[in-house]
């Protein structure tokens, strides 16, 4: 594609939405995801038998980082304090279900930067796994990152 195609789709434009006039208020996001691993892959976990060690540990702290840095890699996205992050997960037989739940006072929402820490802890856990999910291509003919969500976004006052 040329740069002139590209500008007319585009209408040369990317522009942070202006938020100085709206109210602070405390909001909060909630977004899931699931990544399906193999049965085998799963019980490593449970069992804490993963070669790279704790998956479950270091998808959180990953999340958390990639929450608090979220306008550092969605260039739009302002700069809020993050007043908490909460990551949770759900073991399944044969998936595992993150949830983030973000909060902050301030002047816009936390729903990227919840999905953001979903994405980034179901990365993570793919990441720490995938020695075990390959087959013998080294392909990952099993493995799925799925349904990424905003599940609920709450706007309250401060």
């Known amino acids: 594609m040329t740069a ?3 500008s007319h789709i585009t209408n ?3 522009k942070m939405v202006d938020i100085s006039d709206k109210a602070v208020s405390v909001r909060s996001a909630r ?16 069992e804490g038998q993963v070669e790279k060690g704790n998956v479950l540990l270091t998808a959180r702290i990953a999340g958390i980082m990639a929450v608090k840095n979220t306008p550092h890699v969605i260039p739009l996205c302002h700069q809020i304090p993050i007043t908490d992050v909460d990551l949770e997960f759900d073991i399944e037989d044969d998936h595992i279900t993150a949830s983030a739940t973000v909060k902050s006072v301030g002047k816009t ?8 820490g979903v994405s980034t802890a179901l990365l993570t856990i793919w990441d720490m796994v995938k020695s075990n999910e390959k087959d013998a291509t080294g392909n990952y003919p099993e493995t799925r990152i799925e349904e990424i969500r905003v599940e ?7």
């Open 109 to 116: 929402g936390v729903e990227m930067d919840a999905l953001n």
């Open 4 to 6: 002139h195609a590209f």
């Open 31 to 46: 977004a899931v995801g699931s990544i399906k691993l193999r049965e085998s892959t799963i019980q490593k976990i449970r």
């Open 152 to 158: 609920s976004k709450v706007k309250g006052n401060a």
């Open 12 to 14: 040369d434009r990317a």
